[in-house]
């Protein structure tokens, strides 16, 4: 019964707070309540964050109830974690006689809470506080992404069954990028872009890798390395001087004229990657303004604290209810690209869990190698919910970002 929003809602609250936000967002009233079953690592800043972000969107009371593991076999006991799970339950109903429909999610936590839970809810004898709502029974699937519901209606004694895909659960409340990664509890702060920096300068070099040659890739990774080397030794004169003997750009007539303020925004640009960025930001706010997704944001930041950054992730993309995390790179040769495949890999997990999707883009040539390591790296033989791409990707760049995001496989032209 995925119809009809719960009066009230249990979440079992696991390390990866998205299908709690998931559930926040599709399957509770404005004016519900949201009740957690925690434990010990996430009763404080994680519950707090997901109370916080949920609350600046929905009009929601939330409550808690924690499961510790304080080294006692007693919190080990799945009849006492029952019993403390059962006494939550009765009072919920006690102080809120008009309830018409229940509603757990028990995706999140580990699977002695999961199943508690589970029981409890499906199990309790609501005769006994003389009511007798409506249940509902989620589990989210994050590989398929669809949601499954066991449901029994008011009155009725017998559990149905059905499910829904994801996209197609109609929200309360939509979701972004920084919901998602503001709900985190090792974020001190986050920090983004949603536009890019010079977007007519990175178009024209992201085009130069479009259809082109071999003997004319090899010379533009040429011209790449030295503007690269360049800015890092500070010499506007050699990039300025690049430009005109490489023919770069038809149009060029001078450094001061690309459109950057001053010497440091010229060099900053030039040192990594942050014309690559600028280029893939732009395909995927075209892919927003088509609605293949619903929100991007560029150079995420994830902070400790005040001072030190935890790590930084090149874009990412949002896509009812799936986060992209994309990591992009001017690095043409695989053996250095390789290790880029691993750190993509953990920051997607650490945004939002281990189905979020994984995209990395170089300047290599070719990418076998590339999509041989990363099976190796995670043991797995497809390459299902990440891509690959490289310089001979370019012409289709948008294509097969849309067909990824759309569908979480890998493209194949």
Known sequence: ??????????????????????????????????????????????????????????????????????????????????????????????????????????TGGTK?????????????????????PAINLTYIDPEREVMYCEFKGKGQGNFRFNSEPLYKLKPTFELNIKDVISTYMEIYNINTKDKPENP???????????????????????????????????????????????KLLPDYTGIDTLGFKGKKKILEYFKKTKWLEDYVLMILLELEEEGVIEDVQANIEKKLDKSTPEFE????????????????????????????L????????????????????????????????????????NLKNSLILGAQDFHLLKDKLREWLKGGERFDS
Request: with cysteine.
């Open 1 to 106: 019964m995925l119809d009809k929003r719960a009066d009230i809602l249990f979440l079992v609250m696991g390390g990866n707070p998205f299908p709690n936000l998931i559930s926040s967002a599709t399957r509770v009233k404005n004016g519900g309540r949201i009740i957690c079953i925690c434990s010990e690592k996430t009763e404080n800043a994680l519950y707090e964050n997901f109370k916080r972000t949920v609350q600046g969107h929905l009009d929601v009371c939330f409550d808690k109830i924690t499961i510790n593991n304080t080294g006692s076999k007693k919190y080990f006991n799945r009849d006492i974690i029952k019993e403390r799970i059962a006494g939550k339950l009765k009072e919920e109903l006690s102080k809120n006689p008009g309830i018409s429909l229940l509603e757990l999610n028990y």
């Open 112 to 132: 002695l809470m999961s199943a508690s839970s589970y029981e409890v809810i499906k199990n309790y004898d609501y005769s006994s506080s003389r009511l007798d």
């Open 200 to 246: 007519e300068l990175s178009r024209k070099l992201g085009n130069l890798w479009c259809n082109i040659e071999r003997e004319l890739y090899d010379e533009r990774v040429y011209a790449f390395g030295n503007l690269i080397s360049f800015s890092n030794g500070g010499s506007l004169e050699d990039i300025d001087k690049l430009f005109y003997e490489k």
């Open 313 to 340: 992730v090149d874009l990412a993309a949002y896509r009812k209810y799936k986060l992209y995390a994309i990591s992009v790179t001017s690095m043409e040769k695989p053996e250095e690209a390789k290790g880029k």
């Open 342 to 381: 691993y750190e993509i890999k953990q920051r997607a997990k650490n945004l939002a869990g281990d189905e979020a999707g994984i995209c990395f883009i170089s300047l290599c040539w070719e990418t076998d190698d590339l999509e041989r390591e990363y099976r190796n790296i995670w043991d797995r033989e």
